[in-house]
């Protein structure tokens, strides 16, 4: 009968082996699982960071695109106002040259009712 309980032995060695071998592998398994878990989030968080900056990117060309119009119309205003400023200079010349006029009108009326 020896012969037969060494077999027992044996195969329950045999068994407690691949019960150890199923623990490390559903161990490795998990451990896998968590990592491919925490890598699938922080690739969400790329993403979701990329999207964002995509996002900032596109409202910064925004802007930019509103501050040329700006500074277009801007530009256009003092052209205009630059056009308007020459004319009230040459208004201003000829109001000069009239008042000299009529001062030397004036002189020369005193002059003849002397």
Do not use: P, W
């Amino acid at each position: 009968g020896a012969g037969r309980g060494q077999g027992k032995m044996a195969a329950g060695g045999a068994a407690d082996a691949q019960a150890r071998f199923g623990h490390s592998v559903k161990g490795l398994l998990t451990e896998k699982v968590t990592s491919c878990g925490t890598d699938v989030i922080a690739l969400t968080k790329q993403v979701l960071k990329g999207s964002r900056s995509a996002e900032l990117l596109g409202q910064a060309a925004r802007n930019m695109v509103m501050q040329e119009d700006a500074i277009l119309h801007s530009e256009d205003s003092l052209r205009k106002m630059a056009i308007i400023t020459t004319h009230l200079q040459y208004q201003q010349e000829a109001i000069q040259k009239n008042v000299e006029r009529s001062s030397n009108l004036q002189d020369q009326l005193s002059h003849l009712l002397k």
